[in-house]
């Protein structure tokens, strides 16, 4: 009696296990685009607002529309914003998203590409995640937005090597911060005629998390080689006619709600000295 009252007392230990497991792994497993969707493009997936076309309903508007390429079937999937083409890296539903940024490369006069313009966008360049870095030295590497000066930095010339290290210190690399909100960057140099000459220089933005993982003590011919390189972009809806009829319900929600509460809360964003347009920002409980 004893025996077969602890053998269903296990059973119903493991079945109630087995229920919690199998609900935690299909709700982490839930794709977060709208439905009959596509969810990935390759290993990234989708979450709405985002979307990959032609089927306009997948995404919110034409900013969050998305293309994915793929050149030939042992070639890897390319995730491109179809508007702003920026090529994808990353799509996260916290409001942010890894994109490819150009370096800019000066040389003799010569200046390369620079980032890209997103005025009028919902996407505007993380000054939390990112900073501002200039490879070489001899240089005042600065930054602006619009016609107003953000930011610049200045290194020495010594050996040459260079390392997130170097770059902390100003030796052959130098990095600064950058305002939040800014939806248009450039990018521009001053040669220190005190300094050595040196022959060119690298500026660009990049997402620091990346920089420090990615970029280890390398000489400056490692740059030649890159062409782009990571940065964040915070992503928000912009208050409008559209926005304000889908979210209009969660506006102004208090955000102490219970664990098991889907509801979502959204908050307005108003406009700043960078920022024109007031935004809409939402989050869910997790899950």
Known sequence: ?????????????????????????????????????????????????????PNKDCYFDEW??????????????????RRAQLEVLNVYANGTLRVNNPIAFFCNGYRGQQPANLSGSPFVYSGRHNKFTAVS????????????????????????SISPEDCEIGVNCCQTNIPPHLSVISTDIEHDRRARVCKNIYAFL???????????????????????????????????????????????????RAYDDPTPTCKILNATSTSTRQRLECSCPSG
């Open 206 to 256: 990049v997402d620091q998390k990346w920089f420090r993982n990615n970029f280890i003590a390398s000489n400056f011919s490692v740059i030649k080689d890159l062409h782009s390189v990571p940065v964040v972009l915070h992503w928000s809806l912009g208050l409008d006619n559209t926005s304000v009829p889908l979210f209009q319900r969660f506006i102004g929600q208090n955000d102490s």
């Open 137 to 160: 030295c001899g240089y005042l590497a600065s930054v602006s937005s619009e016609k107003n000066l953000v930011g610049g930095c200045r290194s020495i010339c010594e050996g040459t």
């Open 1 to 53: 009696m004893q025996y077969d009252l602890l053998v269903h007392l296990v059973l119903f230990v493991l079945l109630l296990w087995s229920s919690s497991t199998t609900t935690a792994a299909s709700r982490a497993e839930t794709p977060m685009a709208k439905r009959n969707c596509p969810t990935h493009c390759g290993d990234i997936s989708i979450p709405y607002p985002f979307g990959i076309g």
């Open 64 to 81: 969050f529309e998305m293309v994915c390429n793929q050149s030939s079937s042992s070639s890897p999937h390319k995730l491109y914003l």
